[in-house]
């Protein structure tokens, strides 16, 4: 990994965002200009071109057979443990419910709001490079749990366990789509696959551009683009830890990156010789390999302020706090995805266990999105209810108002009603 000072270490790190947005723009407006023509026709061409799969509209979408397929595939223990991770994933879900209210200001004047569930939610799954069922928690389950009646699937992967995921956590439908095509079939809608309200989940940088374009025509939970990880970390943190927190993200994509800063030269030292030694043992050793090489990078700062000040800058996904004292430097934290306190909680955690979900905001958009939660498949509608009296007692200041606007029927729609109540 590259050890080098704040300057050029975020010099380094920020190249990676005009990166990805040259490399994928061009040609997601492409594919989405292609899906909304063509519909089930461009899927299937551009799933047989990027994905070697040839789809046609009966075997786009799985059957019953499918999924009980899967669930033969999957052992017992494993299965046991996906239903541990949803009963915590569930729990920590449900306490972002609103129930809405409607309360009284002053005398006769009432107002507040109610929270209703979107109709359709379109989740996407990567299922490329690996499989991912620990998404289709993350991304199923808040949305089970607002309320939402239909939720659609798109992965171009047929992991046994992804599917039984999805069955789990009571999707209704599976599509065998990636990639961009997925985020426009889900946008717009095809003959096959039906338009949804809301897109969520995580995907590389092409997933990405196409939910950032087509927001607008469906909402979408927030920008989640390769993965991230920046430690902070003091002399009290173990080499061998971090080296292996920062690879599990590098494994993830070749546009992944991994962080390290510390006040400590000689950990810094330590931690890279360690993240060289054990990417050699990785199944996926090319992929991390070329993430640390682009873009690992270890800042060697003079405080812990200041690693704070550099986290905030960069506003990471994930952020852990491997310190003595992390509820001590957790003040300094204004921009992250998910904060892991302490030498004990490392980010697979998180990605998998504890609760808290796993999609989050990266590539610097920390700063104002938030994790993926119930609040990204609900709208709060505003409720208001006055009655004569209280209309009366304010009719003169809106009618005030709407004049200085120049918007003459807004102060006759008062004005009507004041009158006629004299």
């Given amino acids: 990994m590259l050890i080098t000072n704040r300057e ?9 965002k005009k990166t990805l947005s040259e490399g994928a723009r061009k040609s997601v407006e492409d594919i989405i200009a292609r899906v909304r023509a063509d519909g089930d026709a461009a899927i299937a061409e551009l799933t047989e071109k990027f994905d070697g799969i040839k789809l046609t509209p009966e075997n786009m979408r799985l059957t019953k057979y499918d999924i009980a397929a899967a669930y033969e595939k999957v052992p017992a223990d494993l299965l046991a443990a996906l239903r541990r991770a949803k009963a915590n994933i569930e729990n920590y879900h449900k306490k972002q419910l609103l129930p809405g209210a409607l309360e009284e200001g002053a005398k006769g004047a009432f107002t507040g709001y109610m929270i209703r569930p ?19 928690l993350m991304t199923a389950i808040p949305a089970r749990v607002a309320g939402v009646k239909d939720i659609i699937m798109c992965t171009p992967g047929t992991s046994p366990l992804t599917i039984v995921a999805a069955a789990e956590c009571g999707v209704s439908t599976i599509y065998r789509i990636g990639g ?62 971090l080296a292996a927190d920062l690879l599990s993200q590098a494994e993830h994509d070749e546009m992944a990156m991994a962080i ?55 506003a990471p996904e994930h952020l852990e706090l491997c310190v ?15 904060v892991f306190m302490g030498h004990w909680s490392p980010e697979p955690l998180g990605d998998y266990y504890a609760g808290t979900n796993h999609v989050l905001p ?46 003459r029927a807004h102060a006759d729609a008062i004005r009507v009603r004041k009158e006629g109540s004299e």
């Fill in 8 to 16: 050029k270490g975020l010099e380094r790190i920020f190249s990676r």
């Fill in 260 to 314: 390290l800063v510390t006040t400590n030269e000689e950990l810094a030292a330590r931690t890279s010789d360690a993240v060289e030694r054990r990417i050699k043992t990785l199944p996926k050793a090319a992929i991390a390999g070329k993430s640390i090489q682009s873009f690992g990078t270890i800042i060697v700062a003079k405080n812990i302020e200041e690693c704070a000040e550099i986290s905030n800058e960069i």
């Fill in 362 to 407: 990266n590539g610097g958009t920390a700063r104002f999105f938030s994790a993926l939660g119930v609040y990204n498949f609900v709208k709060r509608i505003s409720l208001i209810k006055y009655d004569k009296d209280a209309l009366r007692t304010c009719a003169d200041d809106i009618i005030a108002l709407a004049e200085s606007e120049g918007l």
């Fill in 180 to 241: 961009a095509q997925a985020v426009a079939a889900m946008a717009y809608g095809t003959a096959t696959v039906p338009k949804a309200d809301v897109i969520c989940g995580p995907g590389n940088m092409f997933v990405t551009e196409a939910k950032r374009l087509v927001y607008g025509d469906a909402g979408i939970d927030m920008i989640a683009g390769p993965s991230e990880i920046l430690i902070v970390a003091d002399g009290s943190a173990d080499p061998e830890f």
């Fill in 324 to 338: 003595r004292d992390p509820e001590s430097v957790l003040p300094l934290i204004r921009n992250a995805g998910a």
């Fill in 118 to 136: 979107v109709e359709r939610a379109g989740i996407y799954v990567p299922g490329g490079k690996a499989s991912y069922p620990s998404s289709v």
